[in-house]
């Protein structure tokens, strides 16, 4: 799939999100829609995967450790077909598999996802230890982890950072969300992470910068960090939290809270629709 | 009075090492994860016959238990460990997240549990794991009494489906069960049948109410002794059994009278048949530093306390 297929997804997913959190009414907006193009990269084009079988062997892991980031996973996971769409409309709702933060299947989440996350901090260890049985079995599937930067404040993530340098997990990639946004306020007030490619480098990984917000940008970082040299690799990608919707670009405040129907609809009248359709029509649009 | 199998002092934590070998040699999947203490809670046996299937993560308990989490989900079967208060006191968000509500079968290993962790003091002495564990759900938490207990327990523990805690000891104690005893999780081992009052205990208080036994028993009191090595799950019927027979309850642990054995004992006593229960435990305190024996008798947990336990509970007990 080429980047030009790629991204009318990545604008359904924004869609998509969008209409989650309108029905929902709760949960975050900005992440989600600042890494809609990654995640179309990732489950149309990069890993490899079976949604018929998500416990295929032969899959490449991946693990968000940023769990609240889910909307956008929700969405990627129904578009690639791992559960209808149509579930879609019960994010965070009872009884709904949508959880607030991801649960994997066998608990009461959905098919597509290894292991539970929300607390901040685990997921760079899970993806370690992943690595490190893959490793051991010498197999090929790679192992990926998206990361928030507000959430390499958590000391776990330094933890595994050396437990992966010192494992030279070559099959391990990681990427960092570096919309350089948090809950509280932009990262460099609340917790100074710079010099970041400095300090993974120092912990013994490969660092590739890229633009997370162009498609074709974030399909070379990829193909670059999947030459293995004997480290792991992290992709700092950069992006802009909220991207696509313009009042709510670049600004920390979107962080955590959902639109209201006014804002929703301005948003939705800046993504234009797809082929693919909504995954649910709103009376106001027919 | 128990008969005893042997009067051999072996450490528990031994037990553990030796059955990680004996799994390591069955099982291709056992992988073992080491924070820095190897030689303490003897994975360093384990290291030795099968390094490739050891991890070092260094001296960071939070990540070693998303790391065995993240062999678990690749296939492996995971064994994490380090001191008690380590496993539990530091890693609680990574146990609950990444191991309970994930339901992924990882067995957390804790050795120097216990005030008989002696001369460290508090700082080392985890007083309060029982509790903490057993509260979160999917969790098993097992203490066994003896090494041959250990040893059993952690073979039987790769076909236990479920997030374990299995807590032992650093001290070598006496060796009173035998290849041949029965371990099944979740099953109470009635180790003396008697009839007036019932000792229910858990880890080394199990030796201690054995000792606590022959005193009592030389006064012509009959008491039965549960070796209650799973707290979760309980033995429900074992308890409420001892309970209508004996009538009177006494619970023996190395744990805060908080949360542990003790409490969860209660628990069921008061929702089936409330009946008079005795707790010989640690009495909300921190603990310091001394022998392993003085501190037990300092701290109440000793077999004399089980005798002055099993005295003032059947003073209570309904006529």
């Known amino acids: ?49 079976d949604p018929k079988n998500p416990g295929w062997s032969e899959r490449d892991y991946f693990f968000l450790s940023a769990g609240h980031l889910c909307p956008v996973w929700y969405a990627t996971l129904a578009r690639r077909g791992f559960f209808p769409t149509s579930k879609l409309s019960t994010l965070r709702q009872i009884n709904s598999n949508l959880q607030g933060h991801p649960a994997p299947s066998y608990t009461h989440g959905v098919p597509g996802i290894e292991i539970a996350s929300g607390a ?53 990639i990681a990427i960092v969300d570096r919309n350089h946004c948090q809950i509280d306020n932009r990262t460099d007030k609340v917790m100074e992470i710079e010099p970041l490619a400095d300090k993974w480098r120092s912990f013994n990984w490969n660092v590739i910068e890229c633009d997370g917000n162009n498609i074709d940008d974030f399909l070379a970082a ?63 649009e027919k | ?60 308990e939070q990540d070693m238990i998303s790391t065995a989490a ?18 539990v006191g530091r890693p609680f968000d990574q146990i609950r997240q990444s191991l309970a509500y994930s339901r992924l079968p990882v067995k957390i290993c804790a050795s120097h549990c216990g005030i008989t962790v002696g001369p460290d003091g508090a700082t080392h002495q985890s007083l309060e794991d029982i509790a903490i564990m057993r509260v979160i759900p999917h969790m098993t938490v097992a203490t066994p009494c003896d090494y041959f207990e250990t040893k059993k327990m952690i073979k039987a523990s790769i076909h236990w489906n479920h997030p374990i805690y299995i807590r032992f000891f650093r001290d070598n104690t006496p060796v009173f069960t035998d290849a041949q005893t029965p371990m099944e999780f979740g099953k109470a081992n009635t180790l003396i049948n008697g009839t007036d009052v019932t000792v229910i205990a858990c880890g080394l208080q199990v030796w201690e109410a054995v000792l606590a036994e022959e005193i009592l028993a030389g006064e012509g009191i009959s008491v039965r002794l549960l070796n209650m090595h799973t707290i979760k799950p309980l033995d429900k019927d074992a308890i409420i059994k001892a309970a209508k027979e004996t009538g009177a309850i006494v619970t023996a642990e190395d744990h805060q009278i908080h949360g542990g054995l003790g409490g969860a004992v209660a628990e069921v006593l008061a929702q089936s048949v409330p009946t008079p229960q005795e707790f010989v435990a640690v009495r909300d305190t921190f603990g310091e530093s001394g022998k392993g024996e003085e501190l037990m008798r300092k701290y109440g947990i000793a077999k004399d306390d089980i005798v002055a336990a099993v005295k003032r509970v059947l003073s209570r007990k309904k006529k």
């Open chain 2, 70 to 87: 993240g062999l678990a989900v690749a296939g492996k079967i995971a064994f994490a460990s380090t001191y008690g208060e380590f496993a």
């Open chain 1, 120 to 172: 901040l901090g685990q997921g760079l260890s899970v993806a370690v230890g992943c690595a490190l049985a893959v490793t051991l079995d010498k197999k090929p599937n790679s192992v990926y982890c998206l990361l928030g930067d507000g959430e390499l404040n958590e000391g776990q993530v330094w933890e595994a950072m050396m437990t992966a340098g010192h494992h030279k997990l070559a099959n391990l």
């Open chain 2, 1 to 60: 009075m128990l008969k005893l199998a042997s009067t051999d002092m072996k450490a528990t934590r031994l037990g553990f090492g030796e059955a990680l070998v004996e799994l390591g040699h069955e099982n291709p999947n056992v992988v073992v994860l080491g924070a820095d203490v190897t030689g303490s809670v003897r994975t360093d046996l384990f290291m030795k016959a099968f390094p490739d299937r050891f991890f070092s993560v260094g001296i960071a």
């Open chain 1, 1 to 49: 799939m080429t980047s030009s297929e790629l991204k009318p997804i990545a604008r359904q997913l924004r869609r998509d999100i969008m209409k989650m959190l309108m029905i929902s009414k709760s949960g975050h907006s900005g992440g989600p829609l600042g890494l809609s193009d990654i995640f179309a990269a990732l489950y149309f084009k990069i890993l490899k995967l």
């Open chain 1, 222 to 284: 990829v193909d670059k960090a999947k030459v293995r040299n004997g480290k792991p690799t992290v992709i700092i990608a950069q992006t802009i939290m909220g991207k696509g919707v313009s009042f709510m670009e670049d600004d920390y405040k979107w962080h955590g809270v959902p639109p209201n129907e006014e804002q929703g609809k301005k948003a939705l009248s800046e993504l234009a629709p797809t082929e693919m359709g909504d995954f649910v029509t709103f009376d106001w």
